[in-house]
């Protein structure tokens, strides 16, 4: 050994040297809703590119636009060089970056993506994020089959579209779901849409409430919405007006967001939900920023993860385990 090296092994300072060399990178992970096991399983994954690659993840929940800030501000005190970010509202995409181009930070997007003070989407910040539209169309297209397989009379079915419309990725998702059914044959007179107050099972109750009763004469229905929650809102909603889980098919997105609700004893209206990748996208987004940081390399501006599966009661465990999850 290096007589350096030695003298300071002996003393006990070589760990302390070394230490910075090792875990001297700090990197953030903020997300709007920590709640969701969606972002949960982000983090994990993020955690586990932190190992694989070398880095610490500063994980911090940012549920609105005070915390986020302020968040940013605590990154850099505790000497992240930058951090990836769900926004709790797209409209602070601007301020974000302002704040962190004065301290110095790289940003990553992660699933919704910031909007400038035009309302436009801020293309110029590295998003990863699922194909929304796509993802949607699928919802749609799943939803008739399940309708189909059933026997149900067109004429006596309703869609309770769940809407959040000012997050571009629930817009899409929303539309593309409506347009495969319409696609399919589903007369749009018959596609009600009622916009959630808030992005959760109770506000997505509230919504799906209100339409329930301006629609008395619908048979069954079949649930969208741009997410688990908002279709298990939707769903808990027919449960109160007494409908039957026979005559309601709702189709959630996220997959990991479902699993308590696919592990009921008896099935329930909510028949299923695709599952995207938040574990490609937790892991794929800070590898990003982590290569920024660290050797200069640019991330791609958009990177979309297109792969989706729908988990139903029979198949969801299988299907987490497969990847991991
Ligand atoms: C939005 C939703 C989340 C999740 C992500 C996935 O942020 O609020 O529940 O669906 O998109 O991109």
Redesign the pocket.
Same mark, same amino acid.
């Given at each position: 050994m290096h007589g350096l090296l030695k003298k300071l092994a002996l003393t006990g300072l070589l760990a302390v040297a070394l230490q910075p060399v090792f875990a001297a990178e700090k990197l953030g992970y903020l997300v709007?809703?920590p709640e969701?096991p969606?972002f949960q399983t982000e983090w994990s994954f993020a955690d586990k590119a932190g190992k694989d690659l070398g880095f610490t993840v500063l994980k911090v929940a940012v549920p609105d636009g005070e915390k986020t800030l302020s968040a940013i501000d605590s990154l850099a005190a505790n000497g992240a060089k930058g951090f990836v970010i769900?926004t709790p509202d797209p409209k602070l995409g601007p301020a974000i970056m302002a704040k962190a181009k004065r301290l110095g930070l790289k940003v990553v997007t992660v699933?919704?993506q910031f909007l400038n003070a035009a309302g436009k989407p801020m293309t110029e910040v590295p998003l990863v @994020? @699922?194909a929304a539209s796509k993802i949607g169309e699928r919802q749609g297209k799943e939803l008739w089959k399940e309708m189909k397989h059933r026997g149900w009379k067109v004429a006596e079915t309703g869609v309770m579209a769940i809407t959040a419309d000012e997050?571009d990725?629930?817009r899409r998702r929303t539309g593309g779901s409506i347009s495969a059914l319409q696609a399919a044959g589903f007369p749009a007179a018959q596609i009600y849409k009622v916009p959630t107050k808030s992005?959760d099972i109770p506000g997505a109750f509230d919504a799906g409430n209100s339409l329930l009763v301006q629609h008395p004469n619908v048979k069954h229905w079949l649930i969208i919405g @741009? %997410?688990d929650?908002t279709v298990l809102g939707g769903v808990r909603a027919t449960e109160g007006q007494h409908f039957s889980a026979n005559d309601v098919i709702g189709i959630g997105? %996220?997959g990991v967001?479902a699993v308590n609700e696919l592990s009921k004893s008896k099935p329930t209206g909510f028949y299923g939900s695709l599952l995207?990748s938040p574990d490609v %996208?937790g892991y794929r987004s800070i590898q990003q920023l982590h290569l920024w940081v660290s050797k200069g390399v640019q991330p791609p501006k958009f990177t979309e993860i297109v792969d989706a599966v729908l988990l139903t009661r029979d198949n969801f465990k299988a299907e987490l385990k497969k990847k991991g999850l």
């Open positions: 709007k809703q969701e969606w769900c699933d919704d @994020m @699922m997050l990725t629930a992005n @741009m %997410n929650n997105i %996220n967001d995207p %996208n």
